[in-house]
Structure formats: C-alpha cells, structure tokens
C-alpha cells in the first residue's frame, strides 16, 4: 500500500498509507478536505522518521497515552529533501542562505530566525493553483 504524503493549505503536513489518491483523501477526512484546490496530496515512495526517546518525561508531556513520550528527532534523507524542496521551498530558500557554522557569517542568530520566521509565514499563506507547473505533483522514485 503506498504512503501519501498531504501539504494543506495552511502548511501543515500528513502522512498516511492508502491504497490510492482516493482512498488517501478519505482516511485524511478527520484531518480536512484532501480534494480541498489548496491541498496538494502526493504518492509517496519512500519513508524514514526517526524519533528518540527522551530521559524524563517533560511538564508538556501528554500523560494521557500509553506510549512512551517519543520526541520526534528528523525525517530520513530522501523524505526530508522531497519536503524541504518541493513542500516548503520558502523555507528552504532561507535556511540554506543561513551558515550556522560561520562564526563571521553576516546573519546574526536573532536575525537569522526572524527570517526563518518570515519563511515560516510564508509558507503558512503560500497555495499553488492548480494549473501551476511549480504545484508538487509526484514524489520522487515510483510507487509499489
């Protein structure tokens, strides 16, 4: 069953296995309308998502669930470039002007996450129209 993956309007992500667009849209009907011209779901071919346990559970953590209080740690490699590239280009534009390894770089760290904020704005109000060339239309590799 494939995996698809869902930018909607405001910038969120989803991610769901379905056994097609169709049947993607449905699962994701608790979450939004998927078929929404805002939304962009895609098929997905590969998947990677690491998480990490933490040492202490924390004051914002859900008590309410039986799982261990897992943190999200990054998306693997392939997944990650899909997203930053073709999900959140604003974004990725501005993260990869900022060189955080530059002690002299001419972004100061408060500076730089202000622009990171900005991109993040973006982001939140950006929609592609349907008849854009730019619009996510297929992740990379093939689908099984």
């Given at each position: 069953?494939?995996?698809?993956?869902?930018?909607?309007?405001?910038?969120?992500?989803?991610?769901?296995?379905?056994?097609?667009?169709?049947?993607?849209?449905?699962?994701?009907?608790?979450?939004?309308?998927?078929?929404?011209?805002?939304?962009?779901?895609?098929?997905?071919?590969?998947?990677?998502?690491?998480?990490?346990?933490?040492?202490?559970?924390?004051?914002?953590?859900?008590?309410?669930?039986?799982?261990?209080?897992?943190?999200?740690?990054?998306?693997g490699?392939?997944?990650?470039?899909?997203l930053?590239?073709?999900?959140?280009?604003?974004?990725?534009?501005?993260a990869?002007?900022?060189?955080?390894?530059?002690?002299?770089?001419?972004?100061?760290?408060?500076?730089?996450?202000?622009?990171?904020?900005?991109?993040?704005?973006?982001?939140?109000?950006?929609?592609?129209?349907?008849?854009?060339?730019?619009?996510?239309?297929?992740?990379?590799?093939?689908?099984?």
């Amino acid at each position: 069953m494939p995996l698809y993956l869902c930018r909607w309007p405001n910038g969120d992500l989803s991610i769901v296995y379905a056994s097609d667009e169709e049947d993607a849209a449905m699962r994701l009907e608790e979450v939004g309308d998927a078929e929404d011209p805002g939304a962009i779901l895609v098929p997905f071919p590969e998947f990677a998502m690491h998480f990490k346990l933490p040492e202490k559970i924390g004051e914002k953590t859900d008590l309410d669930t039986l799982l261990p209080p897992f943190e999200f740690e990054h998306f693997g490699e392939e997944m990650q470039d899909f997203l930053s590239k073709q999900f959140y280009p604003e974004f990725y534009t501005a993260a990869m002007k900022i060189d955080f390894d530059d002690k002299e770089a001419p972004t100061s760290p408060k500076q730089a996450i202000e622009e990171l904020n900005e991109a993040l704005s973006a982001e939140k109000e950006r929609l592609w129209p349907k008849d854009d060339s730019s619009r996510p239309h297929r992740a990379p590799g093939r689908v099984m």
